[in-house]
């Protein structure tokens, strides 16, 4: 099992920036890859970001593209979403997910290929 806490999340003025972070604990040292989702009520959840256990293949849904940079730091077990240029219709739940095992460079963008979830940090861009 893998537990995912993700924090970071909060008001934040339209134009402004956040950095999510999601620390993964529990059954870390097996690879996994890791994602961000976002969910606005009434809706589906969402890919944002998706990143490789190794880190080097990354994925960014059209809506974030040029304003978000997702990166990993696996000695802390620890994946960062950098959110700049916030729009109000980023706001939504933002959601950490794991999936293991995998291998070195895949990335997944399903949340149905995600086998662990946090519990979501609240973002809210206000106009």
């Known amino acids: 099992q893998v537990q995912l806490v993700e924090s970071g999340g909060g008001l934040v003025q339209a134009g402004g920036s956040l950095r999510l972070s999601c620390a993964a604990s529990?059954?870390?040292?097996?690879?996994?890859?890791m994602g961000w989702f976002r969910q606005t009520p009434g809706k589906e959840r969402d890919i944002v970001a998706a990143?490789?256990?190794?880190?080097?293949?990354?994925y960014y849904a059209d809506t974030v593209k040029g304003r978000s940079n997702i990166s990993r730091d696996n000695a802390k077990n620890t994946v960062y979403l950098q959110m700049n240029s916030l729009k109000p219709e980023d706001t939504a739940i933002y959601y950490c997910?794991?999936?293991?095992?995998?291998?070195?460079?895949?990335?997944?963008?399903?949340?149905?290929?995600?086998?662990?979830w946090g519990q979501g940090t609240q973002v809210t861009v206000s106009s």
């Open positions: 990143i490789s256990w190794s880190g080097g293949r990354t």
């Open positions: 529990g059954r870390t040292g097996s690879k996994y890859a």
């Open positions: 997910a794991a999936k293991s095992p995998v291998s070195t460079t895949n990335v997944y963008v399903n949340s149905y290929s995600y086998n662990y």
